[in-house]
Each structure stands twice: as structure tokens, then as C-alpha cells.
């Protein structure tokens, strides 16, 4: 529980009313930015982010950072790799049907394509 006492950044933090103190703000921060906190939790460290500067500060930060990693973090995948992945999940599909139908080529259902080649 808060104590209304300095804490880790120097500064106060509240009137010890809020159930969070920074420590455990900073520590649940990444499961609430992330909404794996239960609806209690989350309500607490949003309580305590609201209310200490520092850590809404640092909470906000790590939002807008998640936001430009998550935009500019976008692997483009090539359409020569997408048309051979496509190929061979036709081909293992052509396979399980065939297999299915008792009409594996060459006479075995476990026989395999190599479209990835």
C-alpha cells in the first residue's frame, strides 16, 4: 500500500488512499498496456497512473513507444516466398485428400510434395 512517502523517483506519490504504489505500478505496467490485468487490477495502477505524474509519464511513454515499433516494425513478405508457401499448402491439401480417398500417389499416404523446394 502507498504510504504517501517519497518513493523510487523522488517525488511523492499520493496520500497512501491508492491500494498501488509506484514500484508495483512499474512492475504490472506492461501487463496492463498489454489488458492481462483482471478488471480490479487494472482499475488500481489506472488509479495510481492518473494520479502520480511520474508514472503516468512513463506509462504513456511506453504506450506511444509500442505504437511506433508496432507501425514501423512491419516485415513486407516477399511475393515470390508468399506464391511458394501458397503452393505448398495447395499441395499438402492435394496430399491429405488424396490421402483420405485411398489414392495416395505412388501408393502411400505418407509420401510428400517438396514444393518448398
Same mark, same amino acid.
Given at each position: 500500500?502507498? #504510504? !504517501?512517502? /517519497? %518513493? ?6 499520493? %496520500?497512501? /488512499?491508492? +491500494?498501488?504504489?509506484?514500484?508495483? *505500478? ?14 480490479? =487490477? =487494472? $482499475? ?5 497512473? %492518473?494520479? &502520480?505524474?511520474? &508514472?503516468? +509519464?512513463? *506509462? +504513456?511513454? +511506453?504506450?506511444?513507444?509500442?505504437? $511506433? ?14 506464391? =511458394? ?7 499438402? *491439401? #492435394? =496430399?491429405?485428400? *488424396?490421402? @483420405? %480417398?485411398? /489414392?495416395?500417389? !505412388?501408393?502411400?499416404? #505418407?509420401?510428400? /510434395?517438396?514444393? @518448398?523446394?
Amino acid at each position: 500500500m502507498a #504510504t !504517501g512517502v /517519497s %518513493d523510487e523517483h523522488g517525488g511523492p506519490c499520493g %496520500d497512501g /488512499s491508492n +491500494e498501488v504504489d509506484c514500484n508495483e *505500478a512499474v512492475r504490472q505496467l506492461y501487463r496492463y498496456l498489454d489488458g492481462e490485468l483482471n478488471d480490479v =487490477r =487494472r $482499475v488500481q495502477i489506472s488509479v495510481h497512473l %492518473d494520479e &502520480c505524474g511520474w &508514472c503516468g +509519464e512513463a *506509462a +504513456e511513454f +511506453e504506450a506511444e513507444l509500442r505504437m $511506433v515499433v508496432a507501425n514501423r516494425c512491419k516485415d513486407r513478405v516477399p511475393e515470390a516466398l508468399k506464391d =511458394r508457401v501458397a503452393a505448398a499448402l495447395r499441395a499438402e *491439401a #492435394t =496430399r491429405q485428400d *488424396a490421402a @483420405l %480417398d485411398g /489414392s495416395a500417389p !505412388g501408393g502411400s499416404s #505418407t509420401g510428400g /510434395s517438396d514444393a @518448398l523446394g
